[in-house]
């Protein structure tokens, strides 16, 4: 998996804070960032993140470039809702030789790996042979599987990753998507310490397990 920040809002922290700000200000965003020292910025965010006022934190906008995932993991990750997602289509790109991602329970059982590239080389002789009879790849795609690798460009905003990061980053998250949320979240840290200061599944930032019954165990 390779996960890349390739862009975003230019100081994120000073825009949040400075739209925040605004709401309560008589003159311009423009001419409170230039006003606005750092201690001011910090002690801003610091209180919208305790009292949960979230919305200043949407005008930072964050974009990744992210290679090397399932198809099963891009499935759960466009339920993430507030975002903008580009992937890799396979109705324009050819799946020949597909590859495709081993999840580790699989790999580390000799016997389950042996079945899974059997049946992945059985697929893609089911995908060559569809189109060699000239059925075209928006049809003979219906035969790959979750497993196999895709590419895809995702632009979250500080509040949508937020919530991703609160869900994906917990203990009962699925694997895959748990290493990508993982990943993101460290490359945010680096650009905007600040708006990620508490970012993290519940049981980390709030000190309350929110899967009920389905919780992992680590707070008791």
């Not at 009292?51 to 399932?70: I, M, Q």
């Not at 460009?153 to 980053?169: C, D, K, Q, W, Y």
């Not at 979240?185 to 708006?195: G, I, R, S, Y």
Request: charged letters at 25%; a neutral charge.
């Amino acid at each position: 998996m390779r996960c890349d920040l390739i862009a975003y809002t230019p100081e994120p922290e000073l825009t949040v804070a400075a739209a925040a700000r605004l709401c309560y200000a008589a003159i311009g965003a423009q001419q409170l960032q230039e006003r606005m020292e750092r201690p001011d910025v910090e002690r801003l965010i610091r209180r919208l993140s305790d009292s949960g006022h979230w919305s200043p934190f949407e005008h930072a906008s964050f974009t990744f470039a992210v290679e090397g995932v399932s198809r099963s993991l891009t499935h759960q990750l466009v339920r993430h809702r507030i975002a903008s997602y580009s992937q890799q289509s396979q109705r324009y790109v050819s799946e020949k030789n597909f590859a495709f991602i081993i999840p580790p329970t699989i790999a580390e059982v000799p016997g389950a790996l042996a079945e899974f590239e059997r049946v992945m080389a059985e697929t893609a002789a089911a995908y060559e042979r569809l189109s060699a009879m000239g059925i075209p790849r928006e049809d003979a795609r219906y035969v790959l599987p979750n497993a196999c690798e895709t590419k895809i460009v995702i632009t979250m905003n500080a509040h949508g990753l937020l919530n991703f990061f609160a869900h994906r980053t917990c203990q009962r998250a699925q694997w895959e998507i748990r290493d990508l949320a993982l990943k993101m979240l460290t490359l945010v840290k680096t650009v905007a310490p600040l708006l990620f200061e508490k970012a993290g599944p519940s049981c980390e930032t709030e000190g309350v397990c929110r899967e009920g019954s389905h919780g992992c165990g680590r707070l008791v």
